[in-house]
């Protein structure tokens, strides 16, 4: 150990005289000489560590100073820190306080016992929601067109601008359903339907979404049920030719918040009660929460949420957290259980 220790210190005294001279006398060009510092310091290390030293890290270092003065990184060379805050998109569905898509929320969740379940896990959830709601958007205020409040909620990415707070709007909506966008001509598509209760949360504008009126007229007051396109007995986005399959999703996060939103509504699986009007009833809750499972949140609801929350203060719960919606009704029947597989 000691001869080694000696050998690398001669050498390393040598080896300093060498770079000072070649500093002094002959290198002008500064790039040359960090290369030879780092190598000092690699050397350095290597005399005290001797053995049992892992410099691999040091070593696969990228040498930037062969390249030119100013340059930037290159793609590949990220400078995104890790674990630091995800923008919007991603594939991030959970866990944490990180949002269904990736968005950090940065502790909204913080109160709610992740171990509860059932009715014990809604009313947290309903209590947080009270909490953190300042106000509803108003059902008028949030418009058939930009200029409402919709332009925070649903708009068109391609065309994002940002108000003076630096939250984004968008000058083009974007319509529910089938993705199309649109700068007027849309309705206001209570997504709970008005006949079985949804004027209770009508203000709210977690509930309601801007919709192009030839595209909103097909679902009449249906509930949500897969494989049908009626307007009272079912209806399902995916039959329709202008409907995306993947907003059976967005469908079923809504109506599960809108049982958070308010204790006058309720959920049921009985599809035979669709046609039924003079109920505050919502369903079926085994489509729903399969629809939540096999279709992740989308980007479009995650910005959805952070509009929301700009303009009320409150967010969608099973946007940022779509576990919770099995941990909750998973054990309403039969269905329900196979469908979350007994959660």
Not at 109 to 128: A, F, H, V
């Amino acid at each position: 150990m000691s001869f080694l220790f000696i050998s690398h210190t001669i050498f390393i005294s040598v080896f300093i005289f060498r770079i000072n001279s070649n500093i002094i006398l002959y290198e002008k060009d500064i790039r040359k000489t960090m290369k030879k510092l780092k190598l000092l310091f690699l050397l350095t290390l290597s005399a005290f560590c001797v053995t049992g030293c892992d410099l691999s890290q040091f070593v696969s270092i990228k040498d930037n100073t062969s390249q030119n003065d100013g340059s930037s990184n290159q793609p590949g060379e990220g400078t995104e820190d890790e674990g630091g805050e995800t923008e919007e998109g991603g594939d991030d569905t959970g866990g944490g306080d990180s949002g269904g898509g990736g968005i950090i929320t940065e502790g909204y969740y913080k109160g709610i016992d992740e171990s509860l379940s059932g009715e014990e896990l809604l009313n947290q959830l309903r209590d947080l929601n009270k909490e953190k709601l300042e106000n509803e958007v108003g059902y008028k205020q949030m418009g058939t067109s930009p200029s409402g409040k919709f332009k925070y909620t649903d708009y068109d990415p391609a065309t994002t601008q940002y108000d003076e707070n630096g939250q984004p709007y968008g000058t083009r909506l974007i319509s529910f359903y089938s993705g199309n966008p649109a700068v007027d001509g849309m309705n206001r598509e209570h997504v709970w339907p008005q006949t079985h209760g949804g004027t209770s949360v009508e203000d709210d504008i977690h509930m309601p979404r801007p919709t192009i009126k030839s595209e909103n007229g097909s679902r009449g007051h249906s509930f949500y049920i897969e494989g049908m396109k009626h307007s009272q007995n079912g209806w399902d986005p995916a039959q329709e030719s202008f409907g995306k399959e993947d907003y059976r999703g967005d469908c079923a996060r809504i109506i599960f918040y809108c049982m958070v939103a308010t204790r006058n509504l309720t959920l049921t699986d009985d599809a035979s009660r669709s046609s039924n009007t003079s109920n505050n009833e919502m369903g079926v809750i085994s489509d729903m929460l399969s629809w939540n499972l096999r279709y992740p949140v989308q980007e479009r609801e995650e910005r959805r949420n952070s509009g929301a929350e700009y303009l009320q203060g409150n967010r969608n719960p099973f946007i940022d957290h779509p576990e919770y919606a099995c941990k909750i009704w998973g054990s309403y029947n039969q269905a329900t259980k196979q469908v979350c597989g007994g959660n």
